[in-house]
């Protein structure tokens, strides 16, 4: 656009004072993720609070500094309350419970200031230092207990990070040696090491907003010329550039032996409106089963299964029934807990935990007194939480369900701490096709919001295009056998083709170089970690077992790939939000645990790939595919 304006009068530049000092007010808008139930010492709560949120008050001193129109600096220190209420929950007696805190610092902001147009718009971010200095709670359950004290473990200091942006609204003369301005602002303060307490996962990320009254002192500006002549004055909204690159594999393994080490979930899932075992289940007779041992399930894979995603990782779930029976069979001092359940109905939740009780002891030989059952309308773990409105049928489908519970450690593999109830693993060997590392990756960040869409053009040596996409997110993939076809090797041109919301053409360029590499001999490991719905900072939980277990499994100079995954349930941008945040924690943990070993020359290939059909481990139309979904795969490849 282009605006013109013309003046008679004279034109005064406006007073920039380099320092500014001032005062601001603002309202943090709380949100709370992860797991709380052990209040301090003296208090643990029944049931687990996970999500939360609330609106506090937010008060700072600044300084800034401004040697010039772009660059700068700012700091404030202010009073910063990370207060709110959790998620209302059921306790046991079937009664409401509510869980609140003031939680509150004193913090110290520096950061970068920058006005990247020369105006009064800016940005700025930079890290953020809390000190703690309210760590009061309240909890009510059925407003007949109210119980008020201090979080116990409570960090003193919480490093973390904040970015934002700004408008500075000059409120004073053009002239004045001291300039007044109001500066409306929001930022974003990250859930990045806001882990408040040194125990549990609790964490919170906060979006704050408010403004500031800024002055600032210096000499008076000349008079301009006077002029009569129209000013024209372009205003232009520059638009964000993105940014292009490809990652490729040094070589294309066709497909790989991998040696996994396959989590079993402990829950068998009925069916809507019956509570018998579903056919999907192997049922076993009792001569078959007098045969069956667990072993059997960690052959090879079998050439007569039919195609399909993780089909021999489902195969050996849905023998779960047959493992428990084996598994109890040869350890008669094992004994288990059915919790059976059913939304509202407590006695159909029993009748199923009975029948699934009934299989192993008429099937298996397993002595009843072994075997508990009960009945509840909600499993222990929940994936419908109160209040909940969205994807209900999916959710209540995950929580119609058995759950098997046992203290034995011979049927139980405890990675998550002494409270995991998660089944001893089994051991199966499968082959991967077009394993993970095959992929040549497209990164094309800025995407999802700058594009309607996206396409890749890959040109090989002799002039042959291919073309790949639309894609609408900030990465895509495809198979490194794909672009190879019958090629052993091959240099390609990669071209991609977008179009920005506005209309604009984009076109970005890169190019890779590929080989193939089959090698029936190359063996890897794999290792998954299992999430329940929403969960991302129990990852910690499993620091033992990724640093005691999986770390010393991984060879100098090997390749470690991590990927994150969710099911469909959910918000998209969240659930690749959660799906990073799992594989990154996962990361951080294994490099840490390699350098302590003094291990070296390990490369990483991390993704989160959220909710993303395309690449997910299972499908998602089973409650237990959907449950599986919830996952870390680490795949340890040796160094070739």
Not at 105 to 126: H, L, N, T, V
Not at 560 to 576: A, L, P, S
Request: proline share 5%; aromatic share 8%; net charge positive.
């Amino acid at each position: 656009m282009i605006a013109g304006v013309a003046g008679n009068a004279q034109k005064t530049k406006r007073v920039q004072p380099k320092w500014w000092f001032g005062e601001s007010g603002a309202a943090n808008f709380n949100t709370y993720r992860g797991t709380t139930q052990m209040l301090n010492s003296n208090l643990t709560v029944p049931t687990a609070f996970h999500k939360g949120d609330g609106i506090k008050p937010y008060a700072s001193l600044l300084t800034e500094y401004r040697p010039n129109k772009v660059l700068g600096g700012m700091l404030n220190i202010a009073y910063d309350n990370r207060g709110g209420s959790f998620d209302s929950v059921m306790a046991p007696c079937n009664c409401g419970a509510n869980l609140s805190t003031d939680l509150s610092y004193i913090s110290i902001e520096p950061s970068i200031r920058i006005a990247p147009f020369s105006s009064a718009f800016y940005i700025f971010g930079g890290p953020t230092i809390g000190i703690n200095i309210s760590k009061g709670f309240s909890y009510i359950q059925a407003k007949q207990t109210d119980k008020r004290g201090d979080w116990s473990d409570v960090r003193k200091t919480v490093l973390s990070a904040q970015a934002g942006a700004g408008i500075d609204i000059p409120i004073s003369a053009r002239a004045s040696a001291t300039q007044w301005t109001l500066s409306p602002f929001a930022s974003f303060q990250t859930n990045f090491g806001q882990a408040p307490r040194a125990i549990g996962s609790w964490c919170l990320y906060t979006v704050r907003t408010g403004i500031a009254l800024k002055f600032g002192t210096a000499k008076k500006a000349a008079a301009a010329k006077t002029t009569s002549e129209p000013v024209n004055v372009p205003v232009v909204a520059p638009e964000k550039e993105i940014q292009f690159s490809v990652r490729a594999p040094k070589v294309v393994p066709l497909n790989r032996r991998v040696k996994e080490t396959f989590a079993l979930r402990n829950s068998v899932f009925f069916n809507q409106g019956s509570s018998e075992i579903p056919a999907r289940y192997t049922a076993l007779s009792r001569t078959q089963a007098n045969a069956f041992h667990e072993d059997q399930l960690q052959q090879d894979q079998p050439n007569n299964l039919n195609n399909g995603r993780s089909v021999r990782q489902l195969e050996v779930y849905h023998n779960i029934l047959n493992i428990i029976g084996d598994r109890l069979r040869a350890n008669p001092g094992t004994t288990i807990a059915l919790s059976g359940a059913s939304d509202k109905n407590p006695k159909e939740g029993k009748l199923m935990a009975d029948n699934v009780k009934q299989y192993l002891v008429s099937t298996f030989g397993i002595d009843a007194s072994r075997i508990s059952t009960e009945g509840r309308d909600k499993p222990v773990i929940p994936s419908e939480q109160p209040g909940a409105t969205k994807e209900l049928g999916l959710l209540r489908e995950g929580d119609r369900r058995v759950d098997i519970v046992s203290t034995s450690p011979e049927l139980l593999l405890q990675v998550g701490g002494v409270a995991s109830p998660f089944l001893k693993p089994v051991q199966i060997t499968a082959v991967q096709q077009d394993p993970l590392d095959s992929y040549v990756l497209f990164n094309a960040t800025g995407a999802d919001e700058l594009l309607k869409s996206w396409n890749v053009e890959v040109t090989d040596e002799q002039g042959t295009v291919q073309h790949y996409g639309p894609f609408t997110k900030d990465q895509g993939s495809v198979s490194g056998k794909t672009i190879l076809g019958n090629n052993s090797q091959g240099n390609y041109k990669i071209v991609m083709l977008g179009e920005t919301k506005s209309g604009r053409a984009v076109k970005k360029e890169s190019s890779v170089s590929l080989v193939k590499m089959d090698d029936p001999k190359q063996e890897g490991l794999r290792y998954s970690i299992l999430f329940d719905f929403d969960k991302s900072k129990t990852i910690a939980s499993y620091a033992k077992f990724l640093t005691d277990i999986v770390t010393p499994l991984i060879p100098e100079n090997g390749t470690v790939i991590i990927h994150g995954h969710t099911d469909i349930i959910g918000d998209e941008k969240y659930n690749n939000a959660l799906s990073s945040e799992r594989a990154n924690s996962a990361q951080k943990i294994i490099e840490s645990a390699l350098s302590k070993a003094g291990k070296k020359g390990v490369s990483f290939q991390t993704l989160g790939f959220g909710e993303d059909a395309a690449n997910a481990p299972f499908e998602n139309n089973l409650p237990e595919e959907r449950f599986y979904n919830r996952t870390v795969i680490i795949d340890i490849v040796p160094f070739k």
